[in-house]
């Protein structure tokens, strides 16, 4: 097992790229994290914690931050501390280190209401990475996260856990370094503070080192102004800040989340994805992840590999790069004023299998014809075109029905 050596360089020209765009809420999440990855002195933790508070208060106030040339200079010196001294990480190991690997897991229901099968899949999640399960409901995803962390029993297959080079053999060593946060989770009592505090406590995490977890969790996925809050006083967003903080305040191994966006705007979904994004890309302290998702198009912009389930079965399972040249057709979606008989006449020379959907059409045609050619036809056509989208390299198109 060999030594990996990390610079803080790459996070440092981060930051300085998002002080430039006087993006500060990323400029404080950011600095935050740097300090605490690369273990600055107490001084600049606690500089890089005071920032990201007054940030989040600012927030709360209705003000951007944004407009406050005293903040923006606060973070100016700020990234001139993190930059004074030359930090550096040691790992001990591969980054690219397997920490759980699926073989041909599957589980089969049956009951008086019927049979639902899960059919056999492989899935490999390595140190940091993200795995994302795109599908419509009823599919097999939750299913599958529950087999992952232990809840249920696979009915076919088998599910390895790795620390380093050694396999974790007892399900009780396993859910130590697992935490999964179901789509619907019960109502606790108290304020977040005491929640995340009680959440690092049950792991052992006591007295000061509680304290200052809990308090840099807060401030990180902006809690900050709502550390004294109650459970009935949280939006729906703000409810999963606080159960993703009552878990990473223990740090664990692999994060499980069942369908995490739902429900959060689409400024709420942005955020989260970020964050989860980058503790996934902490060099100190990685948190590998699988999500569930039906936003494929938010998904595809964090994960590393997709599965996507339809009807049980994994009809994609890999890469997003593997979707190009996967067929020899590509897939459009769009939408204008024609009819789908319409739409078909226009096309007939395209060769092209049409579908309606919720959204308006999904177009597959041969790649041996012109995306633009196809273009210009709807164009010039008599027919106002409201919307149009090349998804070929991209998961939506496993909606269709061709798959």
């Known amino acids: 097992m060999g030594l990996t050596f990390i610079s803080q360089q790459e996070r440092v020209n981060e930051i300085a790229l998002?002080?430039?765009?006087?993006?500060?809420?990323?400029?404080?999440?950011?600095?935050?994290d740097?300090?605490?990855?690369?273990?600055?002195?107490?001084?600049?933790?606690?500089?890089?914690?005071?920032?990201?508070?007054?940030?989040?208060?600012?927030?709360?106030?209705?003000?951007?931050?944004?407009?406050?040339?005293?903040?923006?200079?606060?973070?100016?010196?700020l990234l001139k501390d993190l930059t004074s001294i030359?930090?550096?990480?040691?790992?001990?190991?591969?980054?690219?280190?397997?920490?759980?690997?699926?073989?041909?897991i599957g589980k089969v229901y049956t009951s008086i209401r019927g049979s639902f099968t899960l059919a056999p899949i492989d899935l490999t999640l390595e140190r940091g990475k993200i795995v994302g399960l795109v599908g419509e409901n009823g599919n097999g995803k939750t299913t599958l996260l529950r087999v992952l962390c232990g809840e249920i029993s696979s009915s076919d297959g088998g599910l390895n856990f790795y620390e380093g080079d050694r396999k974790i053999d007892t399900w009780e060593e396993i859910k130590e370094n697992i935490a999964f946060i179901p789509q619907r989770t019960d109502r606790w009592w108290g304020t977040v503070e005491e929640q995340i505090s009680f959440g690092a406590s049950i792991k052992g995490i006591k007295g000061e080192e509680n304290d200052d977890k809990t308090n840099f969790i807060i401030h990180r996925l902006g809690l900050t102004n709502f550390r004294l809050h109650t459970w009935s006083q949280l939006s729906s967003g703000y409810k999963l800040r606080v159960e993703i903080a009552k878990t990473l305040v223990w740090e664990p191994r692999v994060l499980i989340l069942d369908e995490p966006l739902a429900n959060l705007d689409l400024l709420a979904q942005e955020l989260l994805l970020q964050d989860l994004k980058d503790l996934a890309n902490s060099w100190k302290q990685p948190v590998s992840m699988i999500l569930t998702s039906q936003q494929l198009h938010e998904v595809e912009t964090i994960a590393d590999q997709i599965i996507f389930l339809k009807n049980g079965k994994a009809i994609f399972n890999g890469g997003l790069d593997e979707l190009k040249n996967?067929?020899?057709?590509?897939?459009?979606e769009l939408n204008g004023s024609f009819t789908y008989d319409e739409l078909d006449f226009l096309l007939a020379s395209f060769e092209v299998r049409i579908e309606k959907n919720a959204s308006g059409y999904t177009v597959n045609?041969?790649?041996?014809?012109?995306?633009?050619?196809?273009?210009l036809i709807l164009i010039n056509s008599n027919y106002e075109l409201s919307y149009f989208r090349n998804i070929t390299n991209s998961t939506k198109k496993l909606f269709s029905d061709k798959y």
């Open 34 to 77: 740097l300090a605490y990855e690369f273990d600055y002195s107490e001084v600049i933790k606690r500089k890089a914690l005071n920032l990201r508070a007054n940030y989040n208060l600012r927030k709360e106030l209705g003000k951007s931050g944004n407009d406050s040339v005293e903040l923006q200079n606060l973070f100016q010196d």
């Open 18 to 32: 998002a002080l430039s765009n006087q993006d500060l809420n990323r400029v404080s999440r950011r600095s935050l």
């Open 86 to 104: 030359e930090k550096e990480i040691t790992l001990n190991g591969d980054i690219k280190e397997v920490i759980c690997e699926a073989k041909q």
């Open 326 to 332: 996967q067929d020899e057709l590509f897939t459009i």
């Open 365 to 375: 045609i041969p790649n041996s014809k012109s995306i633009k050619e196809l273009q």
